[in-house]
């Protein structure tokens, strides 16, 4: 991306390539003492994250649906809590926070990871359509939610995992919930443009508290169960750049 004076946005050359490993990406990093959030962190990229953060000395607390499936997942990794969070389910968002505030924990790292792509059309209680609710909505919320203990880090990291689906779809601002010609690649792509402006807007409002905002594309993973419902030559071909390369990118506002 380039250089936007209205966003400061900026690229990061980060030297990693895409045989780069999460343990590459923290070497000689000392992580002891920081506390960090991954939702869906007990499998996929988001268990390759905890294992990673936890390697490095944080204590993680992952946000699931199931925390006694995560428990079993994450086994053998230290510092390692699973606790319960439905991001579809408004009440079940801010418990968690409350939760987290309550134990007077500073909050270091957050990683909003978890997510679902381009399902059948199924909608939260509100009528919000899943993909939206999930991987912005209940992010967004819970990134709120815990506003007080990200400023009590001095110093804290929120990034946004996004993709580069976000090419799929702008946000639908007369229609963002498919009330009319519901596409699952279309939804999930405006999702993850709402994940990047979140961390813009976050970057934006929240810097002054030292709190920063990173949207990040991990690449381009086809053997995830992220989704389940396309077939492998459909997530690539959502996935291909116009000119065929995989790319991985981490954008920061700064």
């Known amino acids: 991306m380039t250089q936007n004076s209205a966003t400061r946005q900026r690229p990061i050359g980060t030297g990693f390539t895409a045989a780069s490993t999460a343990d590459d990406v923290l070497e000689g990093i000392d992580l002891t003492g920081k506390n960090a959030i991954v939702t869906g962190g ?16 944080a204590s993680v607390t992952v946000a699931v649906r199931n925390p006694s499936r995560a428990l079993a997942a994450v086994e053998g990794i230290e510092r390692v809590e699973a606790v319960r969070l439905d991001l579809l389910d408004p009440e079940s968002v801010d418990a968690f ?13 957050l990683i909003n990871n978890a997510g679902i792509m381009a399902g059948p059309l199924q909608r939260d209680a ?8 999930t991987n912005h909505l209940g992010h967004f919320q819970l990134t709120l939610g815990l506003l007080p203990a990200l400023r009590a880090a001095r110093g804290a990291r929120v990034v946004n995992v996004t993709s580069g689906g ?14 009319h010609d519901y ?17 813009v807007e976050l970057e934006r409002r929240w810097s002054q508290y030292g709190i920063h905002a990173f949207a990040a594309h991990p690449g381009v993973v086809i053997t995830t169960d992220l989704g389940p ?4 030559g459909e997530t690539r071909a959502a996935w291909l750049t ?13």
């Open 126 to 133: 509100r009528g919000y359509e899943s993909q939206f609710a």
């Open 242 to 254: 116009p000119h065929g390369s995989r790319r991985r990118t981490c954008t920061r506002w700064a």
């Open 183 to 199: 596409d699952p690649l279309r939804a999930y792509g405006q999702s993850k443009t709402a994940n990047v402006l979140f961390a």
């Open 229 to 232: 419902h396309l077939a492998e």
């Open 97 to 109: 926070a409350e939760r987290y505030l309550a134990s007077g924990r500073p909050l270091h790292i």
């Open 166 to 179: 976000h090419r799929l779809s702008d946000i639908r601002w007369d229609d963002p919930h498919f009330t």
């Open 42 to 57: 007990h499998r996929g990229l988001g268990l390759e994250v905890t294992r990673a953060l936890s390697k490095a000395g």
